[in-house]
C-alpha cells in the first residue's frame, strides 16, 4: 500500500519550480510518478466531490463503491500499459438561451482519476510558462482576472478585434498537439497515454466513433490540453504586441493648435501693462478658451497599443490605432491560426469601434466613454483650475437586456420583463424559496460585481424580488401585499425547530464593484496535500468496523432522500464515507434510516 503521499505532493513543486526557472526545461520520468498509488489518489481526491462524480458512462460502474482494490488494481494495469481507456458516452445538453445543443463525454471513473492525475502533472509543467493574458480552466484565475486586464488597460482604446475560433475544440490536430507536448515532456509511455485518451473515442446512440481530431469534450483533460495548444497562440500575441510601432504621441491636432496658441497669445498680452477693464476682458476670453480646448481633443494619435486577453477559446484584441491597423491585424491572427489546423470564424469575428459600439466579452459589454466632464479642481498648494477629468475611458457594463431574455427563459419574468412566479419551486418549503432565490441573485450579482454604473442592475434586482414574492403568493394562494404584511420588505422567514433560524432574500449593493479575483496561492500544492492527509480511502466501515470499506458518494447533500443520508451526510456536510459492502447495500436498501452518527463504530472518520 503506497502512502508516501509527501512524495507525491514534493515532486509536483519540483516540477514546477524546475519549468518555472528553466524555460527550455524538458521533463522526465513522468509515466513513473503517474501510475503510483499515492498520485492516482490524489487524482480521485481532486474530482471526488464533483457534481458528475456519480455519473456513470458507459455501463453502470461509478465513483459510488470506489476502494482502495480499484485503485492499486489501477495503479498495477498502468505501470504494465495494458490499461486502455474506455469509450465515452456522448449525451448533448443545450446551450444557454439557444435551441440547439452541444455535445459533452461522459468518462468512466477510472478514466476521470487518471485524467484528474495527467491534469495535476500538466498543471505543474504548463502553469509556470503560460502567458499571463490567458485565463480560462487555470487553478486560482477566472472570468474576473480576464475583465480586471481590460478594465486596467483599455484606456484610449479605438477599436476591438472580438476573436471566434471556429469548432477549437473538435478542430485539434493530434498529430501537432503532441509534438508540442513533446518540446516539454520526453517520456514515450506519458504520450503514448495521451494518444490513447486522443483516441478513444465515444458511444453516440450506441454507434462507436473514434475521432481523428479535436480533443474529448467534456473530459477533465481537455481543457488543459486546449491551452497548451493555444499556448503557441498567446506566444504570436504577445510577440505582436511589444512589435507595435509607437507613434509620436505629442502631435497635437489643428483644432487644439489654434486654441492653443490663442490662449498663449493672451497670456502674452497678459503680461503688459494693460487698464483694468482690458485685463479683466482677456482673462474671461482666456477662461472660455480655456474650456473651449477641453472640449476638444488634444492629440491626432494616441501611441499604438494593443491589449491580448484570452480565456478558453474565446480572445479579445483591444487596439489604439487606426481602422486599418486593426484589420490587419486580424487578417495576421486568421493566417497564423491556419499553422494551427485552426480557422479563425470571419462572420463572427469583428472589429468594433468602441467609440460608437460595444464590444461582447465573457458576458460583459465593453465600450469607451467619450463623453467629457470639465470639473473645477482644487490640487493642495496650488490654484483651483479647470481640468476634464473624463473622456475615453473604458466602460465595462452588464447587457441588460440580454439578462432579461435569459430570467424570462428561465420563468422569473415575461418577455418585457414583467416579474412572474417561479412554479417549479412554489412546492418548496418558504426557507427554501428564499435559499433558490438568494442563490441566482448571488450568481448574478457576483458575476457582475465589477461593471460600471452597476446602477442599471437594479431592474435584475426588482425582477428577482418580486419574483419571490409572487412565488410565495402562489404557493399560499394571498395577494402580493400580504407577502410583504407577512414576510416583511425583506422577505424575512423563520424556520428550524423552534423558528429560531431566519433567512432574508439577498440585498444586492449597487454602489460598489470590485472584481472577485483568484487568490495568488503561495504554495498551490497544500490544498493537495490536505486532502490527501485527510483521505479515507484506506479507513475501515465507519459504521461497523470492517475491513475492506469502499466509499459511499451522495451526489447533492440538499437533494438526498430522506433517512440515512439526509439525517447523517446532511448533517457532517460530507459526500462521502467510508463503508463496506454490506452497510452499502443497507444503505441504498434504505435499511439504515433511523440510524444515529453516535451509533458508528467510527464517528471521527465519516466527519472528516
Known amino acids: 500500500m503506497d502512502m508516501n503521499f509527501s512524495t507525491f505532493v514534493s515532486r509536483l513543486s519540483k516540477i514546477r519550480e524546475l519549468n518555472a526557472s528553466k524555460p527550455d526545461f524538458v521533463n522526465r520520468d513522468l509515466y513513473k510518478l503517474l501510475y503510483k498509488e499515492s498520485s492516482l489518489l490524489a487524482g480521485y481526491e481532486k474530482i471526488k466531490s464533483n457534481k458528475g462524480a456519480t455519473t456513470p458512462a458507459i455501463g453502470k460502474a461509478s465513483l459510488d463503491k470506489f476502494s482502495i482494490r480499484r485503485l492499486t488494481t489501477l495503479s498495477k494495469v498502468l505501470a504494465n500499459e495494458s490499461w486502455s481507456p474506455s469509450p465515452a458516452r456522448r449525451i448533448y445538453i443545450p ?4 435551441v440547439e445543443k452541444r455535445p ?28 499571463p493574458f490567458s485565463f480560462g480552466f487555470r487553478p486560482n484565475k477566472g472570468v474576473h482576472n480576464a475583465l480586471k486586464i481590460i478594465d486596467n488597460n483599455y484606456d484610449g482604446m479605438t477599436y476591438a478585434i472580438e476573436g471566434d475560433i471556429k469548432g477549437m ?22 504520450i503514448r497515454l495521451v494518444w490513447k485518451f486522443l483516441r478513444a473515442g465515444y458511444m453516440d446512440e450506441r454507434k462507436y466513433v473514434s475521432p481523428t481530431l479535436g480533443t474529448p469534450q467534456g473530459s477533465i483533460v481537455s481543457p488543459i490540453l486546449a491551452n497548451i495548444y493555444l499556448h ?21 491636432t489643428p483644432a487644439y493648435k489654434i486654441l492653443d496658441n490663442k490662449m498663449r497669445r493672451i497670456k502674452y498680452n497678459l503680461l503688459k501693462p494693460l487698464p483694468e477693464q482690458q485685463k479683466k476682458d482677456l482673462l474671461r476670453d482666456l477662461r472660455l478658451t480655456k474650456i473651449e480646448s477641453l472640449r476638444v481633443r488634444m492629440y ?40 494551427l489546423s485552426l480557422t479563425l470564424y470571419f462572420e463572427k469575428t469583428k472589429v468594433t469601434d468602441l467609440r460608437k459600439d460595444y464590444a461582447f466579452f465573457l458576458g460583459h459589454r465593453i465600450s469607451i466613454d467619450t463623453r467629457v466632464k470639465i470639473s473645477q479642481v482644487r490640487p493642495k498648494g496650488q490654484h483651483p483650475h479647470l481640468k476634464r477629468v473624463t473622456g475615453r475611458l473604458v466602460s465595462i457594463t452588464a447587457p441588460i437586456e440580454r439578462m432579461v431574455s435569459r430570467l424570462h427563459t428561465k420563468g422569473f419574468c415575461n418577455s418585457k420583463g414583467k416579474p412572474t412566479h417561479k412554479v417549479i419551486w412554489a412546492t418548496q418549503e418558504d426557507n427554501q424559496i428564499i435559499s433558490l432565490f438568494n442563490v441566482t441573485f448571488r450568481g448574478i450579482f457576483g458575476f457582475y460585481s465589477g461593471v460600471h454604473k452597476r446602477y442599471a442592475l437594479s431592474r435584475i434586482n426588482y425582477i428577482l ?33 423552534d423558528g429560531k433560524e431566519v433567512i432574508s432574500l439577498f440585498r444586492s449593493d449597487l454602489t460598489e464593484r470590485k472584481w472577485q479575483l483568484g487568490k495568488k496561492l503561495p504554495d498551490p500544492f497544500r490544498h493537495i496535500a490536505v486532502k490527501l492527509a485527510k483521505t ?5 466501515c465507519c459504521i461497523c468496523g470492517a475491513r475492506s470499506a469502499e466509499m459511499h458518494h451522495v451526489r447533492h447533500l440538499k437533494d438526498s432522500k430522506p433517512g440515512f443520508t439526509t439525517r447523517i451526510m446532511g448533517l457532517i456536510n460530507r459526500k462521502q464515507i467510508p463503508v463496506c459492502l454490506e452497510c452499502h447495500d443497507a444503505i441504498h436498501a434504505g435499511r439504515y434510516d433511523g440510524i444515529r452518527l453516535r ?10
Open 536 to 540: 479515507k480511502i484506506y479507513e475501515n
Open 95 to 98: 446551450k444557454p438561451g439557444k
Open 104 to 131: 459533452l463525454g461522459i468518462q468512466g471513473p477510472e478514466e476521470k482519476i487518471v485524467q484528474s492525475t495527467m491534469t495535476l502533472l500538466l498543471e505543474a509543467i504548463y502553469e509556470p510558462i503560460y502567458s
Open 599 to 608: 451509533e458508528f463504530v467510527y464517528p471521527e472518520v465519516a466527519k472528516r
Open 169 to 190: 475544440y473538435d478542430n485539434v490536430n493530434h498529430h501537432m498537439l503532441v509534438s508540442l507536448l513533446c518540446k516539454k515532456i520526453d517520456d514515450d509511455r506519458f
Open 232 to 252: 503557441e497562440f498567446d506566444l504570436f500575441m504577445t510577440r505582436k504586441s511589444q512589435d507595435v510601432i509607437k507613434r509620436n504621441p505629442k502631435i497635437r
Open 300 to 339: 491626432c494619435d494616441p501611441s499604438d497599443r494593443v491589449v491580448y486577453t484570452r480565456y478558453a477559446d474565446d480572445f479579445i484584441v483591444g487596439i489604439a490605432g487606426s481602422l486599418e491597423f486593426a484589420e490587419k491585424f486580424k487578417e495576421e491572427i486568421r493566417v497564423f491560426l491556419g499553422t
Open 465 to 497: 424580488k418580486y419574483s419571490c414574492a409572487l412565488t410565495l403568493a402562489y404557493k399560499h394562494r394571498i395577494s402580493l401585499a400580504k407577502v410583504f404584511n407577512k414576510y416583511g420588505s425583506k422577505l424575512s422567514v423563520s424556520y428550524g425547530k
